[in-house]
C-alpha cells in the first residue's frame, strides 16, 4: 500500500491471481526476475470453495474498494453468475460490477440472496465497530454471511450470523489464509492447515487482548 496498481509496469511476470484483479500484494525476487501476485484473492477464492458455495446463489456485495475486487474476481472465477456490488460511491460502484459482469446498487435491496458479502469497514474495531454490515433482515435471508473485517474476527456482521445459524466466514479467516500463501511465496515453505488455523486463533486471541472482544 499504496502502491498495489502503480507497481504492476515494474514487474516482470503478473500471476493469474494479479492479473484478476489488476493489483498486487505479493512479489517473489526469483534470481532478479520479479514475480507479482495477489494473495487475497487466492484466500477468497480458496474460502468459497473450503466452504462449499454454491455459485448458482445470489450473492449481495457491500463495498467497491481494493478488497471488493478480490472478493468479485473470486465470486466471478467461482462461477457465480448472480451477484449485486452494493455501493453509495455511484462511480465506483458501477465500475466494479462491470468489470466483473455484475450488476450495481446503490440502496439495500429486499431481502432475498442467499450469500452476504461485508467488504466494508463497517463493524471494524473503531468508529463503526457497532454497525451491522447488513439488517437483520438479510442475515435471517441468507445462508452465509462472509465479512472480510479481520478485526475483530467476531464483527456485529459474525456474531448476528452464528445466532441465526448461518455459514460463516470470517476475515480471521482471509488474513491468516493470505499471509500463509505470502510465507509460502517468500520462504517456499508450505503451510499446513493445521498451522493456518493455530496462526488464525492466536491472532483473533490477540486482538481480543488488545481490543477487550
Avoid at 467461482?78 to 449485486?84: M, W
Avoid at 440472496?113 to 435471508?141: K, R
Avoid at 456474531?159 to 445459524?165: E, I, S, T
Avoid at 479467516?173 to 493455530?198: C, N, S
Wanted: glycine share 8%.
Amino acid at each position: 500500500m499504496p502502491f498495489k496498481e502503480a507497481v504492476i509496469p515494474l514487474v516482470d511476470e503478473l500471476t493469474a491471481s494479479a492479473t484478476a484483479i489488476d493489483s498486487v500484494n505479493t512479489i517473489v525476487n526469483t534470481g532478479g526476475r520479479l514475480t507479482a501476485y495477489n494473495t487475497d484473492y487466492e484466500a477468497v477464492a480458496e474460502l468459497i470453495g473450503r466452504h462449499r458455495l454454491d455459485p448458482a446463489a445470489p450473492v449481495l456485495l457491500r463495498g467497491s474498494g481494493g478488497m471488493a475486487k478480490a472478493v468479485a474476481a473470486a465470486f466471478r472465477d467461482a462461477g457465480f453468475g448472480d451477484l449485486t456490488v452494493l455501493a453509495r460511491n455511484a462511480a465506483a460502484g458501477p465500475a466494479l460490477a462491470d468489470k466483473y459482469g455484475y450488476r450495481w446498487a446503490a440502496r439495500d435491496p429486499e431481502p432475498a440472496d442467499d450469500i452476504l458479502v461485508n467488504v466494508t469497514p463497517l463493524g471494524m474495531t473503531g468508529p463503526d465497530s457497532g454497525a451491522l454490515a447488513f439488517s437483520p433482515a438479510h442475515v435471517e435471508a441468507a445462508r452465509a454471511v462472509f465479512d472480510v473485517v479481520a478485526s475483530p474476527a467476531q464483527t456485529p456482521l459474525i456474531r448476528a450470523a452464528r445466532a441465526a445459524g448461518k455459514t460463516v466466514i470470517t476475515g480471521a479467516e482471509v488474513i491468516a489464509l493470505q499471509a500463509a500463501r505470502q510465507f509460502e511465496l517468500y520462504t517456499g515453505v508450505p503451510v499446513t492447515p493445521d498451522q493456518v488455523a493455530r496462526a488464525s486463533a492466536f491472532s483473533r486471541e490477540s486482538a481480543r487482548l488488545t481490543h477487550g472482544r
